[in-house]
């Protein structure tokens, strides 16, 4: 079964630090890409941060980065110098195809960022 | 450039009744795929669609249907109703469905689907 697991319903930051959200998976399949997607309030999910799976260097983008396992199936992402505009559901989501392309999503972090 | 926009925002249907959910892709994208969001969980893959044909599925009931139109646009049928139905429904469009991974997609507003 391809599953994705989100073990942190609620996390808090204070303005200017680091955090790091956490996000496990399953999958038997080979070739798969990993996602972050931010859903602030009320507003459209974005991407924030993609990984491929058959990529070893981790993924960054400014001041979002993750820490890709593969052997371990983890796929965390630190968010650096937090802003008030980073509070925010945050998924982490599994896509593969083999024939036909699947998404899979996790069942998302509450980050609250505290000024 | 306009987003992906989604039709309507909000629905109240009853149990047993029938529902058509549009979704408008960004100009120039040529998939787009359907989630439900039940509150307080990820979004559930439901359909993909490219070129007007199915890429995709995930584990729903066949009470569950879309189709895509020569303009890229789409619609999602949900026969049927049930309770647990209600959900808000996302649509998000992307350039294109390639063998190399999946491209980015851009998600619209979403529908709020009310089953009573």
């Known amino acids: 079964a391809q599953t994705v697991t989100q073990s942190q319903p609620e996390m808090s930051v204070q303005e200017a630090e680091t955090v790091t959200l956490s996000c496990t998976y399953d999958t038997s399949e080979s070739d798969y890409y990993l996602f972050w997607y931010k859903q602030p309030p009320s507003r459209q999910m974005i991407l924030v941060i993609r990984q491929e799976a058959y990529k070893q260097q981790n993924a960054t983008e400014n001041r979002f980065s993750v820490n890709f396992q593969k052997a371990a199936k983890s796929f965390s992402l630190k968010i650096s110098d937090s802003q008030l505009g980073d509070a925010a559901m945050y998924f982490c989501a599994l896509a593969f195809t083999s024939g036909t392309y699947k998404y899979i999503f996790g069942t998302g972090t509450r980050l609250k960022v505290l000024a | 450039d306009a987003g992906v926009t989604q039709s309507p925002t909000h629905l109240i249907k009853t149990r047993g009744q029938h529902v058509t959910l549009r979704c408008s892709p960004i100009s120039g994208h040529k998939s787009v795929s359907w989630y439900q969001q039940v509150l307080g969980q990820g979004p559930q893959f439901i359909f993909q669609y490219y070129e007007k044909e199915e890429r995709g599925r995930g584990n729903f009931p066949d009470r569950f249907s879309a189709r895509q139109f020569p303009n890229y646009s789409s619609e999602l049928n949900v026969n049927a109703l049930l309770l647990g139905d209600s959900a808000l429904y996302l649509c998000?469009?992307?350039?294109?469905?390639?063998?190399?991974?999946?491209?980015?997609?851009?998600f619209g507003p979403g529908t709020r689907l009310t089953v009573t």
């Open positions: 998000a469009s992307s350039l294109r469905v390639s063998d190399r991974g999946p491209n980015e997609q851009y």
